[in-house]
């Protein structure tokens, strides 16, 4: 007769899985940090190919023109359609009441949207190269607190260089007449040249991203992103630099605020400003095309400058001596 062994299996005891559970909350906590920094660092690569796109695209517009695109004729303006009895075709930007972000669609490989003479459905037809995957999809809004257009308009999270001159008195959205910018509104400016950018190219801001209230982003329109991209001269396209008077503030990118709604009290300055949904700055493209990143902290008066094409013409009682690469 054999005897046979029974061998009883021990399990974990309670405060053996606690310790163990305890160990895995401890390294999620020091795994998530990383995660979410790649994540917005994958984020930010793609919000910067898309001001480098718009840059790209602008710079064709040059080689076909010889000029920037227009600003277009303010919010709530109708697009200009050609008709010389044979066809109809949009007009380019001397013309063209629409702004600058439409007017640049044939250089983003969307020729066949900017020549669809339906405005609704142009309208309402994102793009996504003009959305900031940190703050938000591609979305169009019909919205109500801000409503003010009768069809959903997708939106922007980009917006061209106005300049600095303006007192903030033009009203609809209006800072500046972008008389010292690079996309001006079209029925006081003619369009710029290359030429007058004296600072240099390299120097001057082109366009970049655009502050926003994000408790609205995605769920209802606001001040300043209510009228889409197809907007014309205002704030839902243009942002501006502080003026040399800082009458409304430095006017320098701000991060993205959350907050409720917006009155015509409290919109100004924000809804003028550049900034992103970005922690730790708001990306932009330089007229040569070069790409900055520029921080929340930038001195004021180097923004100032960087915002201005030609400091002695509009500032010539300034030391016209600065170091652009303080950006």
Known sequence: MTRTAFHTRRGFTLVELLVVITIIGILVGLLLPAVNSARESARMAQCANNVRQIGLAVSAHLTEFQVYPGGGDGPGATRTITDNGTYK???????????????????LDNQALWANLDDVAVAKTPIVSYFCPSRRRPVAIAGTNWRSQANPRAMTDYAANGGTVGDGTAGNGWYGVGADGIVAY???????LPAQIKDGLSNTILAGEKRLN???ATSDTQADDNDG???GYQDDTIRWGPSRTNKWGDLTPHVDMFGPVETYATINPRTWEFGAAHASGAQFVMCDGSMRLIHYNVNGDVFRRA???????FYPADDPTYDPNAL
């Open 214 to 216: 994000d408790a609205f």
């Open 307 to 313: 915002c201005c094409r030609d400091d002695l013409k």
């Open 229 to 231: 991209y197809v907007s």
């Open 89 to 107: 075709i949009p007009e380019t930007y001397a013309k063209q009441a629409w702004g600058w972000a439409y007017q640049i669609l044939p250089y």
């Open 186 to 192: 079209r029925k006081q400016h003619e369009a710029t």
